[in-house]
């Protein structure tokens, strides 16, 4: 299945034969340090800048209905965001993996998009719609 939107990763993942948990970084769009004007103005138009990690968070499938509900979550945490990124990290048996495990995993995953390597992470916009990178 080709994953499109933030429903079709909830689809995806309730498919698979081991409960998962998902991860999800946050991350606000940002001006470079010492842009240049053409940097300025990419930004400006809304293109460009660097996607600096501000939030990161896991859930269970359970805990996920749509991405209405985890837009509405993280407003309450007042971090602002253009960008969420996620994962997925499967269970072992009949039970997803607990926050506790997933903290190791979600800190690499910040990790790797501090270093801009994010290829390997689905990226959606706020309203739920993947967002590709070029």
């Given at each position: 299945m080709s994953i499109s939107s933030f429903a079709d990763l909830l689809t995806e993942a309730r498919r698979q034969p081991e409960p998962q948990r998902l991860l999800f970084v946050f991350a606000r769009a940002e001006l470079p340090d010492h842009p240049s004007a053409a940097q300025r103005e990419r930004f400006e138009r809304g293109e460009g800048g660097v996607l600096m990690p501000v939030l990161c968070v896991d859930k269970t499938l359970d805990e996920l209905s749509d991405m209405a509900a985890l837009v509405e979550e993280s407003r309450r945490t007042e971090v602002e965001w253009d960008i969420v990124f996620a994962a997925a990290l499967a269970g072992d048996g009949h039970e997803p993996p607990s926050s506790d495990e997933a903290e190791l995993p979600l800190q690499r995953m910040v990790e790797s998009l501090q270093q801009?390597?994010?290829?390997?992470?689905?990226?959606?916009?706020?309203?739920?719609?993947?967002?590709?990178?070029?």
């Open positions: 801009g390597t994010i290829d390997n992470f689905l990226a959606f916009d706020r309203q739920g719609d993947t967002v590709s990178f070029h």
